[in-house]
């Protein structure tokens, strides 16, 4: 059952609240945290406003949410927004709450537009199918990890299936020095040892397990370089569709 001395404390003081910062038209719940735990209608705060949102979802559960008639709900999919306005006020007509721009350097965003997305695509469209892209075979192994019995699964950037072909597109980083990183060498059966190799090395030799493993379980490898298109000085593809095209075409003329 609700609680309906607390549901009119609420009311009161939201009425309170805009009359005191008059100037507001709208206010998130959280920000009436302190006026309701001085109110005694909460004892403290938790998590920035989750006691008054408690409330609210029980309300908005039962459909009684006109028993708070200065709440505005404003929802985003399963997320909903809880704000108050003043008593004069109608609700905004426009999301109060705004959607965050992925950053510049986000990774999703990042990798969406991306070289090997755009090769990707090409390939796509060259063959009439859409790839299982960062398909894992379990065939295809990384090196022991540190605890010298598990393995992880090898991604590769494009498959296939209908024609039983992986492409792989080499970026600049798959030729040059880069960071130094660590992997388990096992030495012999009881023992294991850490040998350091640079990030270059570790692709060369995952990028020659590849090459060995899948025509091995019946699958046709394409490699497509950076270096097959016209590239800038930073190594990226200066993308020509057209062209682009053509040169993808002709890397995969044994499966058109």
């Known amino acids: 059952m609700k609680d ?67 709440l505005y709900a404003e929802r985003h999919g399963e997320h909903t927004y809880w704000y108050f306005v003043p008593a004069t006020a109608s609700a905004p007509e426009t999301p109060y709450k705004q959607e965050k721009k992925k950053p510049e350097n986000d990774p999703i965003a990042i990798r969406l537009n991306s070289d090997e997305t755009y090769v990707i695509s090409l390939c796509d469209k060259v063959l009439g199918l859409k790839a299982n892209r960062q398909k894992r075979f379990d065939f295809l192994l990384g090196d022991l990890h540190k605890n010298g019995k598990t393995q992880t699964l090898l991604p590769v950037d494009a498959y296939y299936e ?36 640079s990030r270059e090395e570790q ?41 682009d095209l053509k040169i993808v075409q002709e890397a995969l003329k044994d499966f058109r």
Do not use: C, H
């Not at 009311?11 to 998130?28: D, G, M, Q, R, T």
């Not at 020095?177 to 059966?189: M, R």
């Open 162 to 197: 209908e024609l039983q072909l992986v492409v792989e597109y080499k970026e600049i980083q798959n030729y040059r020095p880069l960071a130094i990183s660590k992997i388990q060498e096992e030495e012999d059966e009881d023992e294991e040892s850490t040998k350091t190799l």
């Open 4 to 70: 309906l001395s607390k549901i009119e404390k609420i009311n009161k003081v939201v009425e309170e609240y805009f009359k005191e910062n008059s100037s507001l038209e709208i206010a998130p719940v959280k920000a009436l945290m302190p006026a309701f735990i001085k109110a005694g209608i909460f004892t403290k705060d938790i998590k920035k406003g989750l006691p008054i949102r408690l409330v609210l979802r029980e309300l908005d559960a039962s459909n009684e949410l006109n028993l708070i008639p200065t």
């Open 203 to 243: 692709r060369r030799i995952y990028d020659e397990r590849r090459a060995k493993v899948l025509p091995e379980n019946e699958i046709s490898l394409v490699v497509i370089s950076y270096s097959d298109f016209e590239y800038d000085d930073r190594n990226k593809i200066i993308r020509k569709e057209e062209s």
